[in-house]
């Protein structure tokens, strides 16, 4: 089946929702570049998807991809996991709802990271920021 962004774009809603959409509470930023660009948000709150287009002012996790890439993901042609290991998409990740639990757990010596976006893990970004979280003393507190 030929896909457009547009398309995909509209069945979010339809496909997310379910016993696993009950259990989610976030905001998703949606950025696609390319011959078919433009950007979307998705928030999912208590079983619901409303997606919108635009800008979100504070998403949880952003994905940004080519469209080309976008569209052979959907059409299964590129798998989700090669395009993010190859680079061709690309996924930040804030974790609020976790840097205030470690805030208040003690998990993080300093709070320097909270509120960071964190890459993910075996990204090219990861080893710079585990590198950079060594230099400025981020480790599990002691009591």
């Known amino acids: 089946m030929a896909h ?7 069945m979010i809603p339809k496909t997310l929702p379910g016993e696993k959409g009950k259990k989610v509470d976030t905001i998703v930023q949606l950025n696609v570049t390319g011959s078919q660009a433009g950007q979307w948000n998705a928030v999912i709150k ?4 409303n997606v919108s287009k ?19 993901v959907a059409d299964g042609k590129l798998d989700p996991t090669q395009a993010l290991m190859q680079g061709k998409a690309q996924v930040k990740v804030i974790c609020r709802k976790l840097s205030k639990w470690l805030k208040s757990s003690c998990l993080v010596a300093n709070d320097k990271h909270l509120g ?28």
């Open 4 to 10: 457009t962004i547009e398309s995909l774009i509209a």
């Open 46 to 49: 208590d079983g619901k998807v």
């Open 54 to 72: 635009g800008v979100h002012t504070s998403p949880e996790l952003t994905v940004t991809a080519d469209t080309a890439d976008v569209l052979a």
């Open 116 to 143: 960071e976006e964190l890459p993910l893990p075996g990204s090219p970004l990861d080893n710079e920021s585990k590198q950079k979280s060594a230099r400025e003393g981020a480790f599990p507190c002691k009591k």
